[in-house]
């Protein structure tokens, strides 16, 4: 029996001038990939929450059949195992447990996805994610395991390396965590004081954490879930510092899960969400471990000691550079939840009138929730294709970087870093806009938006805090501007600093014209860019130190990462709607939701357009 939907709804979905299946198959990589991502969590839900005899068992499995044989390697009998298990203990909601609590009910729940993801032999990341989104709504206690873990080991590794440890990780025979931060640095990474030094007697790395504020600090799943940490240490070997390198480092017993000797290891305590994170702390106390444990995929120690250094002492940072893209992309997804949630909402709610005596309308007939939502519907929108923009560019970098060719490192570090911040800025203010917007009740857990904020929130601050993020884009856009200076050529990501007109055709009293959009974003990137290196280039006249100046110039540098960001996702949102095959009334529709937004972004800054006219 269908679930009856709210009439106002109901109504306010007929009246769509667009089938909305056009615009899903789009955002999730077309039907097939969409009938997949619907498929599981219901075949699941149905096996969980309804007794199902052996014959259903199989009709579901022959509809599967028909339907995803590519990929599903079902076996009913682990599949009704799996059934009965989960069934008898079924889903509680975290909402007003304790942490602990909390963090037992996520567990069981990431176990029992862990385990059910290898049943079915799901390959897929984008599958892998869609099937534990639904089970652990909240902070995953194995994210770290599932992403930078994997991530550092995949790209860090030797092959030997990869070989032995991947499958240890895929098949949970690990579970790990990557622990870089430390109590007293998380971002300046060169002032990282954790130590491994290199005994050339037993061939082995001493790890120590020699100080308080050498304690890691803050790594997810360091608390209680994780047994083998990619712990980022001072190497040091013959008596010299050779910079931050990555170490297999066993934390727990994998039997009884115990701390190992000379570890000392917790969780830091509550904190202002992702509650089911066990962020932890970890103290080393003259930690050994084989030479062979030293991920040396890029720099190597020999068993002499002999540091060979890697052809870009960049690289150790690329899983670092790769999650950013992760959260890039995410945020979208995550403004997008909550913009629906209170989208829906305003369509239920009835409040006030417009008219006296006309009778309470829906919340959304107001023009001022319209501008709450829309913007944000367009936000979202623009986030989550700027992402699959910027991961096109990366992928086509990545590929050249695994064949030696690091051209577009400087260019990667800084797209992901700018885009990072914006993203997840945006995605911060846009959903507690949304939260906002529905009153009281976007105040209370069952809405879902206070949590969506809480965990995601954090995203401004880990992988790179935000201000520091979009300093180090400007050092790239910086470059670029001094080589536009000098005439010299430059990166086709930044060839706008030398070709970017005002010659807008369109006036404020006619429809504006797309291109004009697009040339006022990259204008007002490229006179922000040049405003920010001249008042470098001042910092430096007034007789400045390069540091000095650059402190000096600071506040303009960051606003010109956020406005290359800016114009970086208009851009892509216009160019994508235009290009991507819609029919007339759907690309008609996501043309003006690409107006609404840069035009909305005018607004928000437009002190930035009035200046550049
Ligand atoms: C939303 C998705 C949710 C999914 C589930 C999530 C669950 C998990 C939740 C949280 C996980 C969180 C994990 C972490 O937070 S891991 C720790 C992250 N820490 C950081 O990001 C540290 C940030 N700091 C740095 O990266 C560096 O210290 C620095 C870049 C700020 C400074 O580097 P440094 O070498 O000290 O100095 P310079 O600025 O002088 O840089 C030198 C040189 O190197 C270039 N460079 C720096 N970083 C990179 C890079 N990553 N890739 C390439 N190149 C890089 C830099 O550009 C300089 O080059 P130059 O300009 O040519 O001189
Ligand atoms: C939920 C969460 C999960 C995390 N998970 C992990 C994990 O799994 N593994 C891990 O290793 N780490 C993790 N972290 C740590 C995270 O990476 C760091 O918190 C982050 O890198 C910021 O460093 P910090 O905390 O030292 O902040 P700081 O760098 O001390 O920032 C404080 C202020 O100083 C400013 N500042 C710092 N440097 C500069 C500069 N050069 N120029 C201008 N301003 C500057 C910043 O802009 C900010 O305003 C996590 C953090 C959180 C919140």
């Not at 109901?10 to 667009?18: E, G, I, L, V």
């Not at 009998?77 to 909390?102: H, L, P, Q, W």
């Not at 954490?209 to 803050?218: A, E, G, L, Q, R």
């Not at 959903?431 to 906002?436: A, H, P, S, T, Y």
Request: charged residues 20%.
């Amino acid at each position: 029996m269908g679930k009856s939907v709210n009439p106002d709804l109901a109504k306010a979905r007929s009246q769509a001038t667009f089938d909305p299946a056009n615009l899903t198959n789009y955002l999730y990589g077309g039907p097939e990939k969409l009938r997949r991502k619907r498929y599981l969590p219901a075949f699941v839900f149905k096996e969980l929450c309804t007794e199902m005899s052996l014959t259903d068992l199989c009709l579901i499995f022959l509809g599967l059949l028909t339907h995803v044989s590519d990929y599903l390697g079902l076996t009913l009998s682990i599949e009704n195992m799996a059934a009965k298990e989960y069934k008898e203990e079924g889903f509680k909601s975290t909402d007003d447990m304790s942490r602990e609590e909390a963090y037992e009910e996520s567990m069981r729940r990431a176990v029992y996805t862990n385990k059910r993801v290898l049943q079915l032999n799901l390959q897929d990341q984008e599958e892998q994610y869609y099937f534990r989104e639904i089970f652990v709504p909240g902070a995953n206690p194995f994210a770290l395991h599932y992403v930078m873990f994997k991530d550092a080991i995949n790209t860090q590794g030797t092959e030997d390396q990869i070989q032995k440890w991947l499958p240890l990780a895929e098949t949970y025979a690990v579970t790990g965590t990557y622990a870089q931060t430390e109590l007293g640095h998380g971002t300046f990474l060169r002032g990282l004081e954790t130590t491994a030094e290199y005994d050339v007697q037993r061939e082995e790395f001493i790890l120590n954490t020699p100080t308080i504020t050498s304690s890691k600090f803050w790594p997810g799943a360091l608390g209680k879930t994780a047994n083998v940490a990619i712990l980022n240490a001072k190497l040091i070997t013959k008596g010299r510092n050779c910079g931050m390198q990555s170490f297999w480092v066993p934390l727990r017993h994998l039997e009884t899960h115990q701390p190992l000797p000379g570890i000392t290891v917790g969780d830091i305590g509550p904190k202002f969400g992702y509650h089911t994170s066990d962020n932890g702390f970890l103290q080393l106390n003259r930690v050994r471990i084989p030479r062979e444990n030293m991920l040396m995929r890029y720099s190597k120690v020999l068993q002499d000691g002999t540091f060979v250094p890697p052809e870009n002492d960049r690289l150790v940072y690329v899983p670092m550079t790769q999650f950013r893209f992760v959260v890039i992309g995410r945020s979208g997804w995550t403004l997008a939840k909550a913009v629906t949630v209170a989208t829906r909402y305003s369509a239920v709610r009835r409040q006030s009138e417009i008219t006296p005596g006309g009778g309470e309308v829906q919340i959304l007939d107001f023009q001022t929730q319209q501008h709450k939502l829309f913007t944000q519907i367009a936000s979202a929108y623009a986030m989550i294709i700027a992402a699959k923009a910027a991961k096109d560019l990366y992928d086509s970098a990545f590929s050249k970087m695994e064949k030696g060719n690091l051209e577009d490192l400087p260019m990667l570090h800084a797209l992901t870093s700018s885009m990072k911040a914006f993203n997840t800025w945006e995605m911060a203010t846009g959903v507690e806009q949304c939260r906002m917007a529905c009153g009281g009740h976007g105040y209370l857990l069952a809405s879902g938006i206070p949590q969506m904020y809480t965990d995601m929130v954090s995203a401004c601050t880990y992988e790179g805090e935000n201000t520091v993020m979009c300093l180090q884009a400007a050092r790239f856009l910086n470059k670029c501007q001094e080589a536009a200076n000098k005439g010299e050529r430059l990166p086709q990501l930044t060839r706008f600093l030398q070709t970017s007109r005002l010659n807008i055709s369109s006036s404020l009293d006619q429809d504006v014209d797309l291109n004009d959009i697009i040339a006022a974003y990259e204008f007002r990137a490229a006179t922000v860019i040049s405003e920010a290196n001249a008042r470098l280039n001042a910092g430096l006249a007034m007789g400045k130190s390069q540091s000095e100046a650059w402190n000096y110039a600071s506040q303009l540098l960051v606003k010109a990462a956020l406005a290359f960001s800016h114009w970086f996702t208009v851009r892509a949102l216009i160019e994508n709607m235009r290009g991507a095959g819609f029919d007339n009334s759907t690309e008609t529709l996501l043309l003006q939701l690409a107006k609404l937004y840069a035009l909305d972004g005018m607004l928000r800054y437009s002190g930035d357009f009035r200046k550049v006219g």
